[in-house]
Nanobody, 114 residues
Framework: QAHFVESGGGNVQAGGSLTLSCTNPSLGRYINVAAWFRQFPGKQRELVAEITTGGEPEYQDSVKGRFTISRDNAKNTMTLEMTNLQPEDTAIYYC????????WGPGTQVTVSA
């Protein structure tokens, strides 16, 4: 599979929650650092959160305390739990590796209304 397949996006009101998931058969096969990225309209993708094969996470400052990244290497799945969502979190969310990135998938749209 050439890219991750993302799912779980949707429309929520400010303060709401969503859980995103993505999968690719390679996720549990190699040692890697995988990440969630997001892209605002007209902007470049930005790193939201990353996680090592061993499960060590790091977060962009704007999502610390609100988002939780996790992965299940046996199921080749990575998850982003998002709480207290704000309108400025509205974006398309993508998965990929930090190094040796795959092709970008279609992403999943998250829309947060005030």
């Amino acid at each position: 599979q050439a890219h991750f397949v993302e799912s779980g996006g949707g429309n929520v009101q400010a303060g709401g929650s969503l859980t995103l998931s993505c999968t690719n058969p390679s996720l549990g096969r190699y040692i890697n650092v995988a990440a969630w990225f997001r892209q605002f309209p007209g902007k470049q993708r930005e790193l939201v959160a990353e996680i090592t094969t061993g499960g060590e996470p790091e977060y962009q400052d704007s999502v610390k305390g609100r988002f939780t990244i996790s992965r299940d290497n046996a199921k080749n799945t990575m998850t982003l739990e998002m709480t207290n969502l704000q309108p400025e979190d509205t974006a398309i969310y993508y998965c990929n590796y930090i190094l040796a990135a795959l092709d970008w998938g279609p992403g999943t749209q998250v829309t947060v209304s005030a």
